[in-house]
Structures are given as C-alpha cells and as structure tokens.
C-alpha cells in the first residue's frame, strides 16, 4: 500500500576535520614549538517537529542530507571551522525508523521536539596537543573522527481532519483533486480508488487534511468489494464528507447503503458530524436536482449541500461546512503561539 506520508531519508553526519601539524616559525625565534590546531568538528544531523506542515512530501523532493564536514586544523594554533549542522524539519507526529522499518528511532509528538540522528565527528587533535616534556617537537596529530550515515524512515501518522465516504463512483476522488494538492487516480469505474489518498486543503487561510479512501458497497463490513479496512484511516478524523451521485436513480438507497456500512463498522463513525453533498449536479436539469434532493433529505433528516466536483460548483460551501466542523477540534491556530516569549 502506497501512502503520502512515509519517506526514506539518507542522512550523514559531516567528518571531524584533522589536526595540524606545524610549528612556530618566526624570524628571531628558535624552536618555536609544535603551534599545529584542532580540526573542526563536523555538522550533525538533526530532526525537529515544527507546526504547520502537514505531510512528508517535501522529502519526495529532497532524500539526502549530508552535512559539511569539519575544516582541518591549521598553524598558528588555528581550529579548523566546525561544519554546520542540519535540521530536517517534520510535521509534529512523525515517527522516526531505522532503514528495517521498524524499530523506532525516535517518535517526534511536540511542536519544538528535536532528536540527534547524526552527530558529527570529531575533530582531531593538532600536534600542540601533543607536547609534554618529553616531547617538545610532537610530529603527531589525529585524524578527525568519521561522520555517521544511517538510512532512516519517516512515517508520519497522519489523522485527516475530513474522510471522504460514499459508494464507488460517487466522485470522492475527483473532489479530493478539485480542492488539494492530491492527485488521486480518477476513472470511470468503481474502485479505482485501493488505497487512501490524502491532500492538504486550504479555505479562507485554513489549511486541514483530507483523506479519500475506497468505495464502499452493501455488505463492505462483511468484507465485500474492498471492504471496511480503510474506515480506520478516517476513524480519528473530525468530520466527514458523505457524497452521494446525483445522477444515480436512487440516491436515497445510496445514501442508505453507505450509511448503514458506517454504522456497522462503528457506531463511533456513525456520530461523527457529517455533511451531505449530492454531486455531479452539473449533469442534471433544475427540476432533477430538486427532488432528488428532496428525497435525499427525507432519507437521512439533515440538510443536503448542492455540488460539483468537475464544474467547481459548491464546493466552497461544502469546505467551510467541514472547516466549521474541524476547527472546534484544533486546541488553537498555529499561528496563535507566534508571540509566546522564548524560552530556553
Ligand atoms: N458530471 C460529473 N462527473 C463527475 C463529477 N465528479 C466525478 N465525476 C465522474 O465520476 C467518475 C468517478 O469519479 P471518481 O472521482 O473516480 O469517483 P470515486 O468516488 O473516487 O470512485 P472510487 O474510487 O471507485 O470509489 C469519473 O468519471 C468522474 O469524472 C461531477 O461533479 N460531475
Ligand atoms: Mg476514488
């Protein structure tokens, strides 16, 4: 199974750079003594959980993370230049494997949170280091220590704070590609959808995560067509998109159907807020449109929403109607804390 929110990463830390071996060498100095510096140490690699990013997708972009290693020493008694160090920055919730996929390396929950993945080498002694009493003319110094390479996993536990359900075809796909950055698979036929596709949705400077997840037909809790399993990607969402297709001739046995799977996979599921879209009305004249939202409505006793996902038609309403939904359930906007005093 595919998902968006998993991403391999190889990371190295940078290498110490090498001591120095040198000596003083001024004009009317003899034996100016060893003078050789410290290599620098080389940059570490970091993660931290930063708010506001809501999937791993910049790291399909980006996989390799190497950092600088650390100048060599110099004469003088010059340290060589530390390399800088890397932070990759993961959405709070991210989850830190090794390359088995596996045993956890680290599990990133709070805004702020940072964990050392790679440190960097250490640098090398220069030969000033070496001087004793023994020993005034030191021809020695270190090589700094290598950097660490380590391939990790990223998995991010995305929660959607909006699941998509209703029959295969209803068009929960192509609404998921009208409002995200997702590009989902859409055809004409059921299941095109296997696996939950999620996207990142913005309305009136709001941003939230939406999840479209398969089909579901009569029986799907029995295991039927792909079946109930991907109801568990949307059990923690806020809310959820019930779409129905209009140009089906019995909207309300749709709607019936999907309703009844919902309840039978978990009641929990069940009274989660929802809203209503019958879509595709694009497809249809006024007078169809009327009733069989009308017999929508009678059906599940709420309210139905008007709406096309190909025409663009709706689907703003449908958006602040799940973003009303969602946002009682964000303890507060990310952007709330910009003026929190900093603390150490
Ligand atoms: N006319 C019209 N067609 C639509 C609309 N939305 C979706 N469709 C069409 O309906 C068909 C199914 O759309 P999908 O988005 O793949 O449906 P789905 O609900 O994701 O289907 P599954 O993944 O199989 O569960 C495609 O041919 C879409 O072009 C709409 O608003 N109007
Ligand atoms: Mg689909």
Known sequence: MKFLDLAKVYIRSGGGGAGCVSF??????????PDGGDGGRGG?????????????IDFRYQQHFFAKSGQHGMGSQMT??????????????TEILEEDEETVVADLTEPGQRVLLAKGGNGGFGNLHFKSSTNRAPRNANPGLAGVERTLWLRL????????????NAGKSTFLAAVSNARPKIADYPFTTLHPNLGVVGIDGHEFVMAD???????ASEGRGIGDRFLGHIERSATLLHLVDGTSEDVAGDARTVLTELEAYSPVLMAKPRVTA???????????IAERKAQLEAEIGTPVM?????????????????WSRIQPTRHQDSNDDVDAPWRP
């Not at 997840?213 to 029986?219: D, F, K, Q, S, V």
């Not at 879509?279 to 169809?288: M, Q, Y």
């Open 213 to 219: 997840i398969p089909g579901l037909i009569e029986g």
């Open 306 to 322: 008007l709406m096309s996902a190909v025409a663009k038609q709706g689907v703003t309403d449908v958006l602040r109607a799940l």
């Open 24 to 33: 003083r060498r001024e004009k009317f100095i003899e034996y100016g003594g």
């Open 157 to 168: 536990k995305l929660i959607a704070d909006a699941g998509l359900v209703g029959l295969p």
């Open 44 to 56: 570490d690699v970091w993660a931290e959980a930063v708010e506001g990013l809501n999937t791993l």
């Open 80 to 93: 060589g230049k530390s390399g800088d160090d890397i932070v990759l920055r993961v959405p709070v919730g």
């Open 278 to 288: 019958l879509n595709k009305i694009d497809a249809l004249d006024d007078e169809t």
